[in-house]
């Protein structure tokens, strides 16, 4: 028997009805329900991709938690506002802080003020400059950063103290520039060095711009209140509450010192620059005189002496002998203030120079005894003329008077007439009550020293040190 014929396959399959016009449409509305659910589940897919993104990104934002135990939150400002208080301590913050920041002092205060505060790059500035006068390492670590992974063992005290930037350190491994346990040569004393830090270096970070000295002075008084707020030196409070007065003295004096220095020597002393000892352009320190317009310098020192009762100066311009009789430049600290008498201030209210625009403003003067102003230059030491416990009175209008207090300093040149008068040249520094100099300011720039075999360049040899480095290459 032969085998049956192979039966085709797609004769088996029953042919499909053909296509009206109505199946067509009904076909291509399916075809785009089918496109759309399709677009459909990739924006799905896209919009679940952007969530976990999102829910990405939010993870690796910094909880309170992770920037340490005291951490500021982030709807709470920046810890300077004017309002601004620190939280009560929970019981386990407040046995913490005993256990933790008594053991190391001011370091974990100073960690947990800066967890504790936003601090902008300009108050961390100058931040890292008041600590350093106080002898604390703010350089950082090197070589110590830390990844997320190293850090997810350490409670958050620990964690804030591993990545902290601030050292006080206590053995011989520190640098020289900063405490490192000589209670010989260092202190404590928190009035003393935020007073070198408004004395020095403030000025020369701020240049002397006082809403920018204002931003510092604020900054020290928050870390000093946080300070006794956490009672993290008892022994030291009345110090502290010293230094946090200073803080609103530096405020009061700072604008008086501004005035000052615009307004020294007046217009008396002007005068008599003018008359005695006007400057040579031949004087390398020495600048020109600017008189304002229409000075007359000779009507306003003698009507000024006449009122005030320099009877011995007239007399020696009349008989043409008044002159210069010594010259000298000192420091001297203002000691007593004098205003004008009622009867003398009105005297001069009423006095009126012929052909004259300026009128001579009521004088009184001020006693000034000799004094130092120390700047970390070695200075050779110049008797005073006026003795050890000597001290001098010098005129000065009645504006100049009231931005003077007792206990200011200035560095001034004095000429001594032949009748006995005195009056102010120039002017050189003008510091406040509270100024201080800190020998750490010198230190700023220190570099530790190391051993260099390279020979030091001679009369003999200039070029000894290009020839060992021309050496070294060769060998190398």
């Known amino acids: 028997m ?7 396959s797609a004769a088996l399959e029953p042919a499909s009805p053909p296509l009206t016009p109505a199946h067509e449409s009904a076909a291509a509305l ?25 829910k990405k990104n939010r993870g690796n934002r910094k909880s309170a938690a992770k920037r340490g135990p005291t951490a500021l939150p982030k709807n709470r400002g920046t810890g300077f506002e004017e309002f601004f208080a620190d939280p009560p301590l929970t019981p386990d913050e407040a046995s913490e802080e005993k256990d933790h920041i008594y053991a190391r002092r001011i370091q974990s205060c100073i960690q947990r003020f800066r967890a504790r505060r936003r601090l902008s790059p300009e108050q961390s500035r100058y931040f890292n400059e008041y600590l350093f006068l106080g002898g604390i390492d703010t350089s950082g670590k090197a070589f110590g950063g830390l990844e997320e992974k190293d850090t997810r063992t350490l409670t958050p005290a620990e964690r804030l103290d591993a990545t902290a930037t601030d050292a006080v350190h206590s053995g011989s491994a520190a640098d020289d520039r900063y405490y490192h346990g000589d209670d010989e040569h260092w202190s404590v004393d928190f009035t003393g060095v935020l007073a070198g830090f408004f004395s020095t270096s403030l000025l020369i970070m701020t240049g002397g711009d006082l809403q920018k000295m204002e931003t510092a002075a604020a900054l020290a008084e928050n870390f000093l209140k946080y300070i006794l707020h956490h009672d993290v030196c008892p022994e030291y409070e009345d110090d502290v509450k010293r230094a946090l007065r200073l803080c609103t003295d530096a405020r009061e004096e700072w604008p008086l010192l501004d005035e000052l220095q615009h307004s020294l020597p007046g217009a008396f002393h002007l005068s008599a620059i003018d008359l005695f000892s006007p400057p040579s352009p031949e004087d390398w320190n020495c600048s020109s005189l600017r008189l304002p317009e229409g000075f007359d310098a000779k009507a306003i020192f003698y009507s000024a002496c006449a009122l005030l009762g320099e ?3 007239l007399k020696a311009a009349q008989q043409g002998r008044l002159g210069i009789a010594k010259e000298h430049t000192c420091a001297l600290e203002v000691v007593e203030i004098q205003q004008p008498r009622a009867d003398v201030a009105e005297r001069f209210g009423r006095l009126e120079v012929a052909d004259s625009k300026l009128r001579a403003g009521p004088i009184g003067k001020a006693f000034f005894k000799p004094t130092t102003i120390e700047d970390g230059w070695e200075t050779p030491v110049i008797a005073s003329p006026y003795g050890e416990s000597g001290g001098s009175w010098l005129y000065f209008e009645q504006s100049l008077l009231a931005n003077m207090r007792p206990g200011m300093k200035m560095a001034l040149t004095i000429v001594e007439l032949d009748a006995g008068i005195r009056f102010v040249k120039a002017v050189t520094d003008v510091v406040p009550t509270f100024y201080t100099f800190l020998p750490q300011v010198l230190m700023k720039y220190y570099k530790q020293p190391r051993v260099n075999e390279r020979p ?21």
């Open 2 to 8: 032969s085998p049956e014929p192979a039966k085709d």
């Open 456 to 476: 030091a360049p001679s009369v003999q040899d200039p070029h000894a040190e290009e020839e060992q480095q021309a050496r070294e290459a060769n060998e190398d």
């Open 30 to 54: 399916h075809g785009d329900a089918e496109a759309q659910a399709a677009d459909a589940d990739d924006s799905n897919k896209a919009q679940a991709a952007g969530l976990k993104k999102k």
């Open 311 to 313: 009877v011995e100066v």
